[in-house]
């Protein structure tokens, strides 16, 4: 009786595994779409809004879903409470929010390298900049995507497959 | 008897599983993981068969030749 519960345990572990690591290649694509989505956002309140910084990831924040809203948020709090420059507040609560996320570390250089240049040009060239890193974002995305299309079901079966062949091993 | 063909659907369960497994790691372009995962599978079963095929051995030497 107890050799049943605890092989049941075995495959329950092995498969939620299994479903966790397919989740985060899923996440990942998904973040990468809100991630450019808000930089177009961003991009439209710097050209057309003429939004100051702060507010305008304030406004974002309040657009987005979770682990990229808790960044804007951060980011738009470190810039109203603090003093710092815009570089630094970025990166800082990039950093802060990293773990959450399901993103590589490609997309953290890109997006600390658009921290860098946010907020230090004139407004045609910050656009330039945000269309750039777009097209950095995009070739990402394509990557997660076909990785996500490749690996996911994979992911999903080795979980079980693995939890079944280690309770043969073992009983 | 009843642990000889324990082992019997033992093999046979790894063989369906490595089988199973070959089978998704090739699809999904991974060869050099699916052959590991083969011979692997095929060392352990291996490994088994050859203790009981020793077992045999031993009892056929303590028939024949009066011993142990």
Redesign the interface.
């Known amino acids: 009786m107890i050799k049943i519960i605890g092989a049941i345990l075995i495959v329950f572990a092995t498969t939620w595994t299994g479903f966790e690591m397919a989740k985060q290649l899923t996440e990942r694509s998904r973040q990468l779409r809100d991630l450019k989505t808000a930089l177009q956002s961003l991009e439209a309140e710097i050209m057309y809004g003429h939004t100051p910084l702060h507010e305008a990831a304030r406004k974002l924040a309040d657009q987005l879903s979770d682990p990229l809203q808790s960044f804007f948020a951060t980011f738009a709090k470190k810039l109203i409470e603090t003093e710092t420059i815009v570089r630094d507040a970025w990166e800082e609560s990039l950093k802060e929010i990293w773990g959450k996320t399901a993103l590589k570390k490609n997309e953290f250089e890109i997006m600390k390298q658009f921290g860098e240049t946010l907020g230090r040009h004139d407004r045609v060239s910050q656009q330039k900049q945000i269309l750039l890193t777009l097209t950095h974002l995009e070739r990402e995305e394509r990557d997660a995507r076909d990785k996500q299309q ?2 996911e ?2 992911m999903k ?2 979980g079980f ?2 939890g ?2 280690l309770i ?2 073992l ?1 | 008897m009843g642990l000889e063909v324990d082992i019997i659907f033992k093999i046979a369960g790894v063989g369906i599983v490595v089988a199973f497994l070959h089978t998704i790691l090739d699809q999904v372009g991974k060869k050099e993981y699916a052959q590991w995962v083969t011979l692997f599978g095929f060392i352990y079963i291996l490994f088994m068969v050859a203790s009981i095929v020793d077992d045999l051995f031993q009892k056929i030497k303590s028939v024949f030749l009066f011993e142990g």
């Open positions: 490749k690996y079901k994979m079966s080795i497959l693995s079944l062949l043969i091993l009983m």
